[in-house]
């Protein structure tokens, strides 16, 4: 294309000639991306920490203690199953 035609000034890039580093940088107005980010890494990290230390507390329980929370834990899945099966109409 000729110069005379040039819709941008001599001294700017043309847009096709730009690196690939540039067409594919991710830019964020105000950094509010980062910080969701890093947010959700931290709450992540210290929802696997309570919950090894859950882990960790429940290997130490008695067997029956162990067969009372199983016992609880199916009545409360049970139960939560049925109240979805009549909210849908299964």
Partial sequence: ?????RSTPPEQQWSGT???SDRYQFRDGDGEGDNEIGKALLFGLLGGIVSA???LVY???PDEQKER????VRS??????SEIRQTFNI
């Fill in 69 to 72: 929370i199983h016992t609880q």
């Fill in 53 to 55: 230390a859950g882990y």
């Fill in 18 to 20: 730009s690196s690939a």
């Fill in 76 to 81: 409360m899945v049970q139960q939560r199953i």
């Fill in 59 to 61: 290997r130490r329980l």
């Fill in 1 to 5: 294309m000729s110069e005379s035609f």
